[in-house]
């Protein structure tokens, strides 16, 4: 019901700045929560962030609080992942996931998954 296609990633300097987005389709995504995981070399799927449906509540993960910010545009079913001051430990493909209703930092609660973007952080 629900497809997600991520795009925005790329090779960036350590210090500086990306914004992924996420077009979604589908009649469900107003009601949606949806959220970014990332996947770095050799690590499992990990928390980045969520957002709740009408944008009212945001969740992040510790290692990239203050840095990161999710954002979303129902109107244009997209939601963004806005990335500054990266880091190399942020070079993983960014995935973003959605679920219906109440938000969650757990991949396995989430059900529909875009194919991910690559985002590679040099030192």
């Known amino acids: 019901q629900v497809q997600l296609v991520e795009s925005g990633g790329g090779l960036v300097q350590a210090g500086g700045s990306l914004r992924l987005s996420c077009a979604a389709s589908g009649r469900s995504f107003s009601s949606c929560t949806l959220a970014w995981f990332r996947q770095g070399p050799g690590k499992e799927r990990e928390f980045v962030a969520t957002?709740?449906?009408?944008?009212?509540?945001?969740v992040y993960a510790d290692s990239v609080k203050g840095r990161f910010t999710i954002s979303r545009n129902n109107a244009k079913n997209t939601v963004y992942l806005q990335m500054n001051s990266l880091k190399p430990e942020d070079t993983a493909v960014y995935y973003c996931?959605?679920?219906?209703?109440?938000?969650?930092?757990?991949?396995?609660?989430?059900?529909?998954w875009g194919q991910g973007t690559q985002v590679t952080v040099s030192s």
């Open positions: 957002i709740s449906w009408n944008s009212d509540s945001t």
């Open positions: 996931a959605a679920r219906l209703y109440a938000p969650s930092t757990l991949a396995y609660d989430y059900g529909y």
